[in-house]
Every structure is written in structure tokens, then in C-alpha cells.
């Protein structure tokens, strides 16, 4: 799968998940994704392995570890052959057999517990390393990732699925998880066992050892075949997961839950629901089973091998046992089988594992794809700070900005077309207009939450993509149309703005935005828990927290987005008062539907159909009797 620079085609279709829509019907784009295998991503081991370099000193402990394990484990069934030939039944020298010779035997029982004891302890020691390292990568992992989707734009938020992100996050990279913990004490140590006991078996009789392997080829070429499928189907499992992970989120948040519920839609969530996990649970099924009838196989094969070693031992034993070889005893053939039986369990292993890896390569496809991600927006080789910029801190100018958002469809004209103005600082801008001219782009385009595709936007005298972005962040202060609030205390939501503020600087931001007394009417006061997105407040209270938020970071300059229209007309008065004092001194770009809030400001833009079709300040543009004098005449009626 190819992807375009902001984000794949599936993340862009809210990750195209099997299943249906909203509205019930078969999304075509859903199905055809349905039938997409995981994304290619070119050097995919390379990189898997690149993540572990940081623990390479673990890692080399690990193999050493794993590698005396699985020597002390080849050890027994070599003393196997000692104490049956040269303890239990020796020979007399002339063909007899002798006594057992016990000084020998209690000697080499004892080294066999010794060997089991030490074993056990190394293998500790290795799954301590092991887990630490494995974990260790995967929360590596999972927090480069987080990092990766902050850094996208927000474009890339709006298009795509919050559930599906998450899913990323969680079900894939926990998906990993299991093989980034063992494989590399699985591979190295089976790996070793089977390399040793294939040693000790050629050592013992190279005639059975070619017996026993002669269709090793054929069940390695079978297993690749095996995980190609699981591949195939991993892949859509995870696709599943993540519709299933989308539609909790979507229906169990409190905006989704009030919706279905005004709706009446329970019956119909439950089941979007109910028909998702369908889905999951027969992949789920096909991947749990894909494989069964191959290992089944497998099993039987190995274990038929001691019968057939044992028949042809019969034969060559009847040929004289002499015919190119050594010489077949019973403890031979009893270490040799032992070695063979013991063999199984690495060897079923070392499949197990290949068929995790190559069914892994489904998730670590999907990782890497987000991963691979470019953010649209980010800071230039030589970007400077915004406080270094040669103009003055709180400038703020649009030169001819076209803008045009990403999914939007070619043919439709463009958000914005040929927006300009400049703001001093300390001026105050607002914009008026319909809904859906374009203000509140207007607006984001100023903090580079949007990139201009024509023109450009000149902070402090500077294009912002000479500039951090971080540092134009840091100069603004923006009150969105939609007040989020973490699930956290007013206290702990306010200071996100500022960490270190004191309970003082809450309390003046809080008087400022007219909502001190309203918090300390609560019970609780400032520790008072707002609930998920701030559900526990009022509309117009959130509002004021938000404000009181903005005001507590002091920025340079102030983008607000009909930050007083859910509040009463008084206190819209008072909270007015509050922004009129906070934007002393400020660039404020203001967008606004009421009028009568931005009658005093420096400037107001009309702004219809992406452009700005009338400049000036509230008397010249009544004098104009245009579009502005329209509005007012309407707002007025
Ligand atoms: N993320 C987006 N992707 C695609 N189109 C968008 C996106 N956000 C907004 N638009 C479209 O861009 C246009 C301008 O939207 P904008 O929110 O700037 O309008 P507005 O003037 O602030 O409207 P309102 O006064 O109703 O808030 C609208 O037609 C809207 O549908």
C-alpha cells in the first residue's frame, strides 16, 4: 500500500475497516480495504532489529545465557548413553555383561541433577533479561509512536477515526509485544537446542540422524506457506480490532452516549457492535486454527520417528550394525531416540515462533506505516525561534493566503482565496460573515495549526515556516469555538496553561474571566472534578474556564473564536469587560457572530465565501451601508 504524505489512504477513511457505516450500508472503500493485506514497508526486519541496538549488552547476555541452557540440556541424554553402557550394563571385556558399576553411576546421576539445578537457575536469570528487554522495546515503541501522531497536524485529527489511532497505540503494538518479549530467547535458544542435539545425534549415528531429518526441508517450506496466511488474516484482525475499538469510543463518550440515547439508538449501536465482533471473533477463529492441521503434522511426524528409528536399526543390526557405520548398542539407540523426543518441543517451538514473526510482520507493517507518517506541518533545517524574529512580537499579517483543506474535493473552490490584512500588535482584528466563510480557518491558519497553500502568513515580520513551531505556540493563546476540559480539577485543568502557577494566579485568572465565584460556589471549590470533557459544567462555565485559562498564559496575542457566545448577556458583558482588558496590549484576532461584541475593535474584515469583501472599522463600514451594514441590520431586527 502506497500512502500519500499526511497519512495513509485508510487512516484518511477513518482506517477503513470492515464492516458498515453509520448508516447501515457496505462503505466500498471499507471493503476493499477488507480485502487489503497489511501495508508493505520496505527493510521491516532491519528495522525491527534497529530497535533493539540500545539493549545489544542485554541481548549478548541473553544469548550467552540461553546458549548455556541449551548446551546443559543436550548433557543428560549424552550421560544417558554413559550410565546405560558404562554404569548400568558394562561389559565384562569378553561380551558378558558385568555389574553395574556404581561409583560411576552415583557419579554421573549426580552430575545430571547438578546440570537440571543449574539449568533451572540460568533459565531465570534469562527470562528476567528477556522480559526486560522485550518490554522495554515495546514501550520504546509505544511512546515513539505517541510522540509521532502529536506531531501530525490537525488535519490529519479531523480525518481520521480517534478510535482507530488508539488502536494503533494499543491493540498493534500490544500485538507485538509477545514477540518483541520472546523472540530472541526463543530463536537463539531453540536455534541452539536443535544445533546440539543435531550435533549429538550425528555424533551418535549419522545414518538415524539423516532418518530423522530427511523431511525438515518439506515442513519448512509448508510452515512460510502457513505464515503467509496467518499474515493475511492478522492483518485483518487488526483492521477489526480497530472498528471495534473506533465504536467504543464513538458510542461510550459522553457526546456519543447522548446522542445514541436522544436517538433511540441503543439497539442499532449494540448492534454495529455485536456485527463488528462477529467479524473479529471468526478471524480471530481462522487465526487460532490457521496452522493446526500443519503442526498436527508435524507432531506426527516426530513422533513417528523413534518407531522408524528403531525399525531401522532392527535392519541395519540384521545387516551385521557394522555397514558404514559404528557400531548400534541399546544405549544408542535409547540416547539417540531420548536426543530425538527431546528435539520435538525446540523444533515445534522454533515453528511456533517463525509462524509468530512472520504473522507479526502484519502489526509491525501497520506500526511503521504510522510511523512513516510526515506531518504536514514542520519546522524547516534553520527554523528560528519566534522571539528572535526581526518584527515586532505580536504582528500578525496575512499576505494573499489561499488555503484548502486536504480532503476537501478538487473541483470545490478554495477555504480561503487571497486573505490579507495586518494586524499591529495591540490591534484588535475581528471577523464577521456567514457560517462557513471561513473565520475560524482564518484564525487557525494565524497559529499554524494549518499550513497556507498560497501566500503567506508573517509573524513578528517573519514567514511562520522560517519559524518553530513551538515558538509561534508559545506567543498565542487560542479560545476555540468548543471548550475541551480534561476529566481532572478545575485547578489541574487550568494548569495546563501554566504548570507552576500559584492558587493566586488561578484565582486572578479566574476573577478575570468572571468565574471565580461560580468555582467557589462549588463544594468542592478548585479541586472540583469536571468530568469527561468537562461534562460536570455548564456550557457557558467551560467557556469561562477556558478563558481563565488563556488569560493564566499570558500570550502575546489572542485568537478567539466566538469565545462569548454561550454565555448570558450578562455575563457576556462582564467576560467582554474581561477580554477587552485581557487584549489591552494584545494582538487579538477575533471571529464573532454577535456584532455588538467587536463594534470597538480596530479592525472588522466581512469575510464571505473564503474572501474578505469588506475592511475597516465598525462606523466606516455602516458608512459603507455593504455586506457589514447588512449583518447589522439584520442583528439588529
Ligand atoms: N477539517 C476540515 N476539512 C474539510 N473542510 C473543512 C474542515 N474544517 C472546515 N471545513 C470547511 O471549511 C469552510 C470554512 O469553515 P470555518 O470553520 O472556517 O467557517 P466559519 O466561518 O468559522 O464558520 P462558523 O461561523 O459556522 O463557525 C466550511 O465550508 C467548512 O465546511
Not at 478510535?163 to 518479549?181: E, H, K, P, W
Not at 467576560?575 to 489591552?584: F, G, I, M, P, Y
Request: charged share 20%; hydrophobic share 45%; proline share 4%.
Amino acid at each position: 500500500m502506497s500512502h500519500p504524505p499526511t497519512g495513509s489512504r485508510r487512516a484518511a477513511t477513518g482506517g477503513g475497516m470492515p464492516g458498515r457505516g453509520l448508516t447501515g450500508r457496505a462503505d466500498p472503500d471499507v471493503l476493499r480495504a477488507e480485502n487489503a493485506a497489511a501495508p508493505h514497508v520496505p527493510d521491516l526486519w532491519k528495522r525491527v532489529g534497529a530497535m533493539f541496538i540500545p539493549y545489544r549488552k542485554h541481548i549478548a547476555l541473553t544469548v550467552v545465557l540461553v546458549l548455556a541452557t541449551s548446551a546443559a540440556s543436550v548433557v543428560p541424554p549424552l550421560l544417558v548413553q554413559r550410565i546405560f553402557d558404562g554404569a548400568l550394563f558394562p561389559t565384562d571385556g569378553a561380551g558378558g555383561t558385568a555389574p553395574p558399576h556404581l561409583s560411576l553411576l552415583t557419579g554421573l546421576v549426580s552430575l545430571m541433577i547438578g546440570i537440571f539445578v543449574a539449568s533451572a537457575g540460568l533459565s531465570v536469570w534469562q527470562t528476567w533479561v528477556t522480559s526486560n528487554v522485550g518490554n522495554r522495546v515495546t514501550g520504546d515503541l509505544r511512546v515513539t509512536l505517541f510522540d509521532k501522531l502529536q506531531r501530525m497536524e490537525l488535519a490529519f485529527f479531523t480525518r481520521t477515526k480517534t478510535g482507530v489511532i488508539q488502536s494503533r497505540l494499543q491493540n498493534d503494538v500490544g500485538g507485538v509485544a509477545g514477540v518483541l518479549t520472546t523472540f530472541v530467547s526463543s530463536i537463539v535458544g531453540n536455534t541452539a537446542t536443535v544445533i546440539a542435539s543435531l550435533v549429538a545425534m550425528i555424533v551418535l549415528d549419522w545414518r538415524l540422524t539423516l532418518l530423522a531429518v530427511v523431511l525438515m526441508p518439506a515442513l519448512v517450506v509448508a510452515q512460510r506457506r502457513v505464515g503467509l496466511v496467518r499474515q493475511r488474516i492478522a492483518a485483518k484482525t487488526q483492521e477489526s480490532l480497530s472498528e471495534m475499538t473506533s465504536i467504543t469510543q464513538e458510542t461510550l463518550s459522553v457526546s456519543g452516549i447522548l446522542l445514541s440515547k436522544v436517538y433511540n439508538r441503543r439497539g442499532f449501536e449494540s448492534e454495529r457492535y455485536a456485527g463488528e465482533n462477529r467479524t473479529l471473533i471468526r478471524l480471530q477463529i481462522q487465526l487460532a486454527m490457521s496452522g493446526q492441521w500443519f503442526f498436527g503434522m508435524v507432531t506426527v511426524i516426530m513422533s513417528s520417528v523413534p518407531a522408524i528409528i528403531y525399525l531401522a536399526s532392527g535392519l541395519l543390526l540384521a545387516r551385521g550394525g557394522e555397514a558404514g557405520g559404528g557400531v548400534i548398542t541399546a544405549g544408542t539407540i535409547v540416547a539417540f531416540t531420548t536426543i530425538q523426543a527431546r528435539l520435538l518441543f525446540p523444533l515445534m517451538s522454533l515453528m511456533r515462533v517463525a509462524l509468530e514473526v512472520q504473522t507479526s510482520r502484519a502489526l509491525f507493517a501497520r506500526i511503521f506505516e504510522y510511523l512513516d507518517l510526515t506531518p504536514a506541518i514542520s519546522d524547516a533545517p534553520d527554523a528560528r525561534d519566534a522571539s528572535d524574529a526581526p518584527g515586532p512580537v505580536g504582528a500578525i499579517e496575512f499576505r494573499d493566503v489561499t488555503f484548502r483543506y486536504p480532503d476537501a474535493s478538487e473541483d470545490a473552490r478554495a477555504t480561503l482565496d487571497g486573505i490579507s490584512f495586518a494586524a499591529k500588535p495591540g490591534e484588535t482584528h475581528a471577523f464577521v460573515g456567514p457560517s462557513g466563510a471561513g473565520k475560524t480557518t482564518i484564525v487557525y491558519l494565524a497559529a499554524r495549526l494549518h499550513e497556507a497553500s498560497g501566500g503567506s502568513v508573517v509573524f513578528a515580520g517573519t514567514d511562520v515556516r522560517e519559524l518553530t513551531q513551538d515558538s509561534v505556540v508559545e506567543q498565542v493563546g487560542v479560545v476555540t469555538q468548543e471548550t475541551y476540559l480534561f476529566h481532572a480539577t478545575i485547578a489541574e485543568n487550568l494548569r495546563y496553561a501554566r504548570p507552576d502557577a500559584t492558587d493566586e494566579d488561578l484565582v486572578a485568572a479566574c476573577r478575570a474571566a468572571n468565574i471565580h465565584d461560580t468555582i467557589e460556589s462549588f463544594e468542592h471549590g478548585y479541586d472540583t472534578a469536571v468530568g469527561e470533557r468537562g461534562y460536570r459544567l455548564s456550557g457557558g462555565e467551560k467557556q469561562r474556564i477556558a478563558i481563565a485559562r488563556v488569560l493564566l498564559k499570558d500570550p502575546p496575542i489572542l485568537l478567539l473564536d466566538e469565545a462569548t457566545s454561550a454565555l448570558d448577556t450578562l455575563s457576556e458583558r462582564v467576560v467582554q469587560e474581561a477580554l477587552d482588558n485581557a487584549s489591552r496590549g494584545r494582538t487579538t484576532l477575533v471571529v464573532a457572530h454577535r456584532l455588538s461584541t467587536v463594534v470597538d475593535a480596530d479592525v472588522i474584515h466581512v469575510v464571505a465565501a473564503g474572501r474578505i469583501v469588506e475592511s475597516g472599522t465598525h462606523a466606516e463600514l455602516m458608512a459603507l451601508a455593504g455586506r457589514y451594514a447588512e449583518l447589522a441590520a439584520g442583528q439588529a431586527r
